[in-house]
């Protein structure tokens, strides 16, 4: 593996467990038996080092988002098998890393907001087509505010001041939201499939 490679594992590592504004340049020259001379050749200063974690992960994040959907039989098994995907990969991010990013790394920032605003819009745009073509959602949906309301609900999904992260962790948070927006949008039939794979019994 290249220095540079197994410098951004490592500050992904720590970001990941500490939150980023924690973590410092002498923390991951640390983590990484390195000299901070050493690591300041790869990169000038923990910035570059969110920026270039954030593109990573933002890559990696598409690629598996496009398996997740392409693994569903239908629209809503797309959608649900998104939820427990993003459980899991919510599940080891640290609560503040967000807030982090928003507040004090522009760049990086810009980078999520950039695949939010056309890679989520996107594949949220394509579920509800296709949730329509196969009856499982409304047909009388307006797909281009519903994509961009779901957008909005992501947005405050991260947002401290309505949900404290020592209230409500974001895996819950985003689990609730999505079925909510989903159960919105089903047809009866699109309703019933949705019972079935959150396995719950509802009278009718």
């Not at 490679?5 to 990941?16: K, P, S, T």
């Not at 990696?60 to 427990?84: P, S, T, W």
């Not at 309505?162 to 999505?178: E, G, H, I, T, Y």
Request: include cysteine; hydrophobic fraction near 45%.
């Amino acid at each position: 593996m290249e220095i540079k490679d197994r410098i951004l594992l490592a500050a992904v590592g720590l970001f990941m467990c500490k939150g980023i504004r924690s973590v410092s340049m002498d923390d991951i020259a640390t983590e990484l038996g390195m000299s901070k001379k050493t690591l300041y050749k790869w990169f000038e200063n923990k910035d570059q080092i969110v920026l270039a974690v954030m593109q990573a992960h933002i890559g990696k994040q598409e690629l598996d988002c496009e398996q997740v959907f392409a693994a569903g039989e239908n629209a809503l098994e797309a959608m649900y098998n998104l939820i427990k995907w993003h459980k899991e990969m919510l599940s080891n991010i640290h609560p503040s890393i967000f807030h982090d990013l928003q507040k004090y790394y522009p760049q990086a920032w810009a980078v999520f907001e950039e695949h939010k605003n056309t890679f989520i819009l996107q594949k949220t745009a394509d579920n509800l087509r296709r949730g329509v073509q196969e009856g499982l959602y409304r047909a009388d949906l307006d797909v281009d505010v519903l994509a961009r309301l779901h957008l909005a609900e992501i947005e405050l999904m991260f947002n401290n001041a309505v949900f404290p992260p020592r209230q409500f962790d974001v895996q819950r948070v985003n689990s609730v939201m999505v079925e909510h927006f989903l159960t919105g949008i089903s047809t009866l039939k699109g309703h019933r499939l949705l019972n079935q794979y959150r396995q719950v019994t509802e009278e009718e």
